[in-house]
Every structure is written in C-alpha cells, then in structure tokens.
C-alpha cells in the first residue's frame, strides 16, 4: 500500500489479543505498522510482532520482489516492533540494521542477532539514492534507545511509538481514507497508559522536530497521519503538558453500595454547582486504563473506598499505584471513605498522596457503616470545595 512516493505500508493488524503488554484492553485491536521505501537501496523501517511474520513477509515481496533489503531501521526495540528482526535476517542475511548504540545493546540481549550493523546518532544522514534519511534522538519517548527517522525527500516522519494509538486499520491506513472517529479516545488512553510517565522527553522530542516540514507522519500504532497533523501534534502536546478540562472523575470502590453512595452524593452535588463533566467509575468494573485516560482528561479527581482487611480496598490501591506511577502534574484531589470497625481507606488514600503529589481540596470525609445526614453533608461540602477550586481557574 503506497504511502506517498516511494514509501509503502506493510504492517499488519491485531485483532485476537485481548490486552495491549498483557495490561490494556484492545476493543477495537491494535496494528503494528511497518514501513518499505523502494528507493535505489531498500530500507525496510521498524518490524511487526513475530506472529505476523508470514503475512509480513508476503506485503514485504508484494513490494520488492526478489530484490534484498540493503537496510533494517530500527526506531524502537519493543518486541511488539522488534519481534521480526531476527527472521528478517534469516530472509534477508545481507541487510544492515539501522540503529543507536542502546538500540543495538537490545539487539543483542533480546535476540543474539549479529551481522552488519550501521549505528547512528543525532543528524546522521543515510542516501538511499532518492531518499535522504535523517535521524534524530528522542530517548524515553518512552524507551531509552528511542529515535525517529525523517525522510527529507518526501517530508515523511518515522516516527516510533510517538503519535501513536489503539485500534486496528480496517481497510485503509492513511487517515483521508478512513474514518479516524474512533481513533481519538484511543490516542489518550494510548499515550495516558504507555507514555503518559514521559511527559518531559516528549515535550523534549516535539521541540526538536519543530523545525521539520512534516507532511505525513508514519507512527507504529494507529494511521498514517497527513491532514490530521496538527490534531495529532496538539494531542500529544497537551497530554504530554498535562493540561486538561474542567472536569471531575469520581472513582470509587464498594462492596456493599455505602461507598458508592457516598460518590453518588458527591457527584450530584458537583453538577448542582455546576460542574458539567463528571465521570464516574467503579473501580471494580471499569477497567483501570480508562480511569487513567480520564484522569488526564479532567483536572479533578475524588476517590473513595472502603476499608479492606485494614488497608486500602485493593482495586483501589492499584488504580492509585499506576496514577502514581505516571508523575501527572497539575491535579486536584478530594478523597473519601468508609469503614465497620477500624478506619483505614481515609488515611491510607492521605499518604498515598505524597506520591501522587495532587493538590488536596477540601477535607476528607470519612463514613463509619452507613449514609447518616451529616455524611451527605460533607459528601456536598466536599464536592463544593472541588468545584469551587475549579471555577478558581476559569479566570
């Protein structure tokens, strides 16, 4: 499939794996998408999971027959990419892998692949006789060995896993030819799940391409983005700044429904002071990926559980590990829970703020058993205070 010139697409869709790295949910699958420029030199840009090998293989030959493939880049070592280099080789002994000094230590620890290898730093030129490749370093978007490939000639980005996201390609891949709807709310949870910690070095590796005329970016996850560009740019943009809307998520745990109306109060009372995005979650029943989406969609969060065993209920210990665990600046927090005999989520959910490092709003509002008429009270005061320290920034 041409992309523009002599830039061709042969990845392959993912429609049978249930969870992205065994963590996120794929609705609507994934695709990992590789790249051919049939130019004087062949250079054959990122592989796919090994699975696909034999699909690959074929758009591979569809493209260059029997010619060789002179050069395998490599912009990211993940072995959802990776996963073919080495019966690449097998297929193609004679080509040159294309990488950074990290990249080939990967290489060399995931797969024992030897052979010519071309390593490549920052402004590095290669000539593929039309085609002039640049190269360009963006370590931790969001692996370390981490770098994009730009094709002068054509204006064509290579661009790894940035600007990528969730969802197969059904049918076509260049996003004037598809309808990219769906493709949005899966690029936040994509880049809130996978890159979200890493919102330093993207920033770091959008200022470095800023001076490039890029015409269509060749991303591994998602379309091949042309007009929507500016779209994809800002998206990254803004989620890697951890700027969001107004707006409230309010997750909860409950065993019982006494916590769940506790939350239920609260978010009644954020729409009475009006509070237009709220979004609830159970975090038993939502998957933990499009609580973390929303969260850097919305600049609120309210969470609540109940005491478990003494300690945090643990769907919601979980869900406040992985938050944790992606450094998102610029938030505020309210918080809330119950217990039978001896309190503890109230407490715990204030110590792991310390790591969250969310401002905190309000004061936390604590429920021994049952909803009595001064809880509800509280369960309102807080959400004021949330709503309130919103509006604050309206201005």
């Given at each position: 499939m041409e992309i523009k010139g002599k830039v061709h697409y042969v990845g392959v869709n993912d429609r049978n794996k249930s969870l992205f790295e065994n963590l996120w949910p794929l609705p609507y699958g994934v695709s990992y998408n590789s790249y051919l420029i049939d130019d004087e030199k062949v250079a054959l840009v990122d592989t796919v999971d090994v699975c696909y090998f034999e699909v690959y293989l074929k758009k591979i030959r569809s493209v260059i027959g029997d010619r060789p493939i002179d050069y395998l880049i490599i912009n990211h070592m993940e072995p959802d990419h990776s996963g073919s280099i080495s019966l690449i080789k097998q297929y193609y002994p004679n080509a040159v892998i294309v990488g950074n000094k990290k990249t080939f230590d990967m290489i060399e620890g995931y797969y024992g692949v030897g052979g010519d290898r071309l390593v490549v730093g920052e402004g590095d030129v290669l000539d593929l006789g039309h085609h002039k490749l640049n190269f360009a370093l963006i370590p931790m978007v969001h692996w370390p060995e981490t770098m994009v490939t730009y094709d002068a000639t054509e204006c064509v980005l290579f661009s790894g896993d940035a600007f990528g996201c969730f969802g197969a390609l059904n049918g076509g891949v260049i996003d004037t030819k598809i309808n990219t709807d769906i493709y949005w709310n899966e690029m936040v949870r994509y880049y809130s799940n996978i890159v979200g910690k890493?919102?330093?070095?993207?920033?770091?590796?959008?200022?470095k391409l800023q001076g490039l005329k890029i015409e269509v970016i060749c991303s591994t996850h998602g379309p091949v983005w042309t007009e929507e560009i500016p779209h994809v740019i800002a998206v990254y943009d803004r989620l890697s700044r951890y700027e969001a809307e107004e707006g409230v998520v309010v997750a909860y745990g409950t065993m019982y429904g006494n916590t769940e109306e506790m939350a239920e109060v609260i978010a009644e009372e954020l729409s009475n002071q009006g509070i237009r995005n709220i979004v609830m979650?159970?975090?038993?029943?939502?998957?933990?990926?499009?609580?973390?989406?929303?969260?850097?969609?919305?600049?609120?969060?309210i969470v609540g559980c109940p005491t478990y065993n003494t300690q945090l209920y643990p769907e919601m210990e979980a869900?406040?590990?992985?938050?944790?665990?992606?450094?998102?600046?610029?938030?505020?927090?309210?918080?809330f829970g119950s217990f039978t005999w001896a309190g503890a989520a109230?407490?715990?959910?204030t110590e792991f703020n310390e790591k969250l490092k969310f401002e905190a709003v309000g004061n936390p509002v604590e429920m021994k058993q049952a909803m009595k008429e001064d809880?509800?009270?509280?369960?309102?005061?807080?959400a004021v205070a949330m709503a309130e320290r919103l509006k604050a920034d309206r201005n």
């Amino acid at each position: 499939m041409e992309i523009k010139g002599k830039v061709h697409y042969v990845g392959v869709n993912d429609r049978n794996k249930s969870l992205f790295e065994n963590l996120w949910p794929l609705p609507y699958g994934v695709s990992y998408n590789s790249y051919l420029i049939d130019d004087e030199k062949v250079a054959l840009v990122d592989t796919v999971d090994v699975c696909y090998f034999e699909v690959y293989l074929k758009k591979i030959r569809s493209v260059i027959g029997d010619r060789p493939i002179d050069y395998l880049i490599i912009n990211h070592m993940e072995p959802d990419h990776s996963g073919s280099i080495s019966l690449i080789k097998q297929y193609y002994p004679n080509a040159v892998i294309v990488g950074n000094k990290k990249t080939f230590d990967m290489i060399e620890g995931y797969y024992g692949v030897g052979g010519d290898r071309l390593v490549v730093g920052e402004g590095d030129v290669l000539d593929l006789g039309h085609h002039k490749l640049n190269f360009a370093l963006i370590p931790m978007v969001h692996w370390p060995e981490t770098m994009v490939t730009y094709d002068a000639t054509e204006c064509v980005l290579f661009s790894g896993d940035a600007f990528g996201c969730f969802g197969a390609l059904n049918g076509g891949v260049i996003d004037t030819k598809i309808n990219t709807d769906i493709y949005w709310n899966e690029m936040v949870r994509y880049y809130s799940n996978i890159v979200g910690k890493y919102g330093a070095p993207v920033q770091k590796a959008l200022q470095k391409l800023q001076g490039l005329k890029i015409e269509v970016i060749c991303s591994t996850h998602g379309p091949v983005w042309t007009e929507e560009i500016p779209h994809v740019i800002a998206v990254y943009d803004r989620l890697s700044r951890y700027e969001a809307e107004e707006g409230v998520v309010v997750a909860y745990g409950t065993m019982y429904g006494n916590t769940e109306e506790m939350a239920e109060v609260i978010a009644e009372e954020l729409s009475n002071q009006g509070i237009r995005n709220i979004v609830m979650h159970n975090v038993s029943r939502t998957h933990h990926s499009h609580i973390i989406a929303d969260v850097f969609k919305y600049k609120g969060l309210i969470v609540g559980c109940p005491t478990y065993n003494t300690q945090l209920y643990p769907e919601m210990e979980a869900l406040l590990g992985k938050l944790a665990a992606r450094d998102i600046k610029g938030r505020y927090l309210g918080w809330f829970g119950s217990f039978t005999w001896a309190g503890a989520a109230v407490k715990k959910i204030t110590e792991f703020n310390e790591k969250l490092k969310f401002e905190a709003v309000g004061n936390p509002v604590e429920m021994k058993q049952a909803m009595k008429e001064d809880v509800a009270l509280r369960c309102r005061e807080l959400a004021v205070a949330m709503a309130e320290r919103l509006k604050a920034d309206r201005n």
